[in-house]
């Protein structure tokens, strides 16, 4: 599987965006997936995942009700609208697929795109 994001960009806080997480292969609907997200001289952070199906989604505490993620897998396509962005939300965003249970581990994610830099300005 190969994913490639997109959507990042400069914004000011308060305002919102859509990232975008599309996928390569006729197997998207049977990996889970996931968005983390690396701030510089940070580590690695989850923030949001959702499951094959799409009936369930699980977010980290500090984006929990600003911000969604949905899948449209007819598209192979992942979204992850972010609103009432904050300085703190800035950092590389990235998407990744898996199948485990554990969504908010990154080390059990398989395959990776390559980041889209979100910078929010206060």
């Known amino acids: 599987v190969q994913l490639q994001a997109s959507g990042g960009g400069l914004v000011q806080a308060g305002d919102s965006l859509r990232l975008s997480c599309a996928a390569s292969?006729?197997?998207?609907?049977?990996?889970?997936m996931g968005w983390f997200r690396q701030a510089p001289g940070k580590e690695r952070e989850f923030v949001a995942a959702?499951?094959?199906?799409?009936?369930?989604?699980y977010y980290a505490d500090s984006v929990k009700g600003r911000f969604t993620l949905s899948r449209d897998n007819a598209k192979n396509t992942v979204y992850l609208q972010m609103n009432s962005l904050r300085p703190e939300d800035t950092a590389v965003y990235y998407c990744?697929?898996?199948?485990?249970?554990?969504?908010?581990?990154?080390?059990?994610?398989?395959?990776w795109g390559q980041g889209t830099q979100v910078t929010v300005s206060s």
């Open positions: 959702i499951r094959r199906s799409g009936g369930s989604t």
């Open positions: 292969g006729s197997t998207f609907s049977s990996y889970s």
């Open positions: 990744a697929a898996t199948r485990t249970v554990a969504l908010a581990r990154d080390d059990l994610y398989y395959y």
